[in-house]
T-cell receptor
Framework: EPEVTQTPSHQVTQMGQEVILRCVPISNHLYFYWYRQILGQKVEFLVSFYNNEISEKSEIFDDQFSVERPDGSNFTLKIRSTKLEDSAMYFCASSHAGTRGNEQFFGPGTRLTVL | KNEVEQSPQNLTAQEGEFITINCSYSVGISALHWLQQHPGGGIVSLFM???GKKKHGRLIATINIQEKHSSLHITASHPRDSAVYIC???????????FGKGTLLTVNP
């Protein structure tokens, strides 16, 4: 069964460093998302992406964040200069269509630890 | 902005018991999702529904659009059902999910 994959599973970085989190969505999906979950808190939406551009972003997704689909399979989230408060689990998700209510499939997550 | 509230926050049951987890939301939605998160962190979609009721095996999800309320039921609960169950909604005009805080379910043998 097709699944969303994410790499790495765990990333440790120093404050101020750039990190790139990678995702491979399900191949025939068109809509891509990043969410994050700070330890002990609820999952929060970061950004959605369709047709090579951001379709929606949250207040969390400031200038330090960017997303890219560099080729036909990968979908990346870049944090330019990490802060301690960026430590969280980051989930990628994809859906076949963006019609409201379309089921989203989640990757296993990348745990980012900023020291 | 949609507020999603779940109850209870924590639930402990004995194997075989019937489980109910509730979710309410504040603003009209296009769909509601029930998700399962295991201790390792991965999130699995259980149901997506916009009206009525859906059933997968021992899991049943219902939604009442007028009351802005949904319930997830687990019949004949089993220790392997132990996980965090999360309610999330699609807003009226966007595709992002807004999540509740989750319900930690522990089923003891």
């Amino acid at each position: 069964e097709p699944e969303v994959t994410q790499t790495p599973s765990h990333q440790v970085t120093q404050m101020g460093q750039e990190v790139i989190l990678r995702c491979v969505p399900i191949s025939n999906h068109l809509y891509f998302y990043w969410y994050r979950q700070i330890l002990g808190q609820k999952v929060e939406f970061l950004v959605s992406f369709y047709n090579n551009e951001i379709s929606e972003k949250s207040e969390i997704f400031d200038d330090q964040f960017s997303v890219e689909r560099p080729d036909g399979s990968n979908f990346t989230l870049k944090i330019r200069s990490t802060k301690l408060e960026d430590s969280a689990m980051y989930f990628c998700a994809s859906s076949h269509a963006g019609t409201r209510g379309n089921e989203q499939f989640f990757g296993p997550g990348t745990r980012l630890t900023v020291l | 902005k949609n507020e999603v509230e779940q109850s209870p926050q924590n639930l402990t049951a004995q194997e075989g018991e019937f489980i109910t987890i509730n979710c309410s939301y504040s603003v009209g939605i296009s769909a509601l999702h029930w998700l399962q998160q295991h201790p390792g962190g991965g999130i699995v979609s259980l149901f997506m529904l916009s009206s009525g009721k859906k059933k997968h095996g021992r899991l049943i999800a219902t939604i009442n659009i007028q009351e802005k309320h949904s319930s997830l039921h687990i019949t004949a609960s089993h220790p392997r059902d132990s996980a965090v169950y999360i309610c999330a909604v699609n807003g009226g005009s966007n595709y992002k999910l807004t999540f509740g805080k989750g319900t930690l379910l522990t089923v003891n043998p």
